[in-house]
């Protein structure tokens, strides 16, 4: 059984520490607390499934660097930054670095709840697809030599025809290949295939692989 994704409060304010764990406790949520952005990313939470609940003004380190830092470790986290009417440009920073949402000082709890509860259902979807890329890797690494060549060309747009002449091969050849490649890559179509050839790829790229 999967754990139960936790939320995280990092605010340098005891009071809203509290208030805010005892309001998501009474909804159901694993809700810990951390002082400090620096006691955040000192502890096990960045490599946990759940959501990150931010101020963004805090000693030492605030809400903004410290994404920063989760996406430098590619911490697959979604935050929520909190912010003061003042901090708005700073928010508007984070979404722009990949916060999920910002919440203005004083926020409404159900704005609250509704935003975490997007901010977990963006996570899970980031992992599913995080599996299946995956998976689709592993299938590529089961294919032959020539099966690949027949796969990069094919996810480069190219006819039966042309590949046949460029890898020097029978269009009758390149049917068979073809047929092996979308069995062993689960793909329903060749756009499918593409799809899923073009994702690999950008996640690669990504990486720095």
Same mark, same amino acid.
Request: aromatic share 4%; glycine share 4%; charged share 30%.
């Given at each position: 059984?999967?754990?139960v ?5 990092v605010d340098d304010?005891e009071d809203?520490?509290v208030s805010?764990?005892?309001?998501l ?8 607390t951390?002082?400090s952005? +620096?006691?955040? /990313?000192?502890?096990d939470?960045?490599?946990r499934r759940g959501?990150?609940?931010?101020d ?6 605030d809400?903004?660097? *410290?994404?920063?830092? *989760?996406?430098?470790?590619?911490a697959e *986290? ?8 003042g901090d708005v440009? /700073?928010?508007v ?5 990949g916060?999920?949402?910002?919440l203005e ?9 509704a935003?975490i ?5 963006a996570?899970?979807e ?17 294919l032959?030599e020539?099966e690949?060549?027949? /796969?990069?060309?094919l996810?480069a747009?190219?006819?039966n025809k042309v590949?046949?002449?460029e *890898? ?9 290949h ?6 062993? +890559?689960?793909?329903?179509? /060749?756009?499918?295939?593409?799809? +899923?050839?073009?994702a690999?790829d950008?996640?690669r790229s990504?990486?720095?692989?």
């Open positions: 059984m999967a754990p994704p936790a939320i995280f409060i304010d809203v520490r805010l764990q005892t309001l406790k009474a909804e159901g949520y694993a809700a810990e951390f002082e952005a +620096m006691a955040f /990313l000192a502890s939470a960045p490599t959501c990150l609940i931010a963004i003004r805090m000693p030492d380190m809400g903004l660097a *410290l994404q920063e830092e *989760l996406v430098r470790r590619k *986290l979604p935050v929520i930054i909190v912010t003061g009417h440009p /700073l928010a920073r984070a979404m722009k670095a916060a999920v949402d910002f000082k004083p926020y409404d709890e159900e704005v609250l709840l935003s509860r997007r901010a977990l259902a996570a899970e980031a992992s599913e697809r995080a599996a299946s890329l995956h998976e689709a890797e592993a299938r590529i690494a089961s032959t020539r690949r060549e027949v /796969l990069d060309l996810a747009g190219k006819a590949i046949a002449y *890898l020097d091969i029978s269009p009758r050849t390149v049917e068979i073809r047929a092996r490649v979308m069995e062993k +890559m689960r793909a329903k179509s /060749l756009a499918e295939l593409v799809r +899923m050839v073009v690999i950008e996640r990504e990486s720095g692989r």
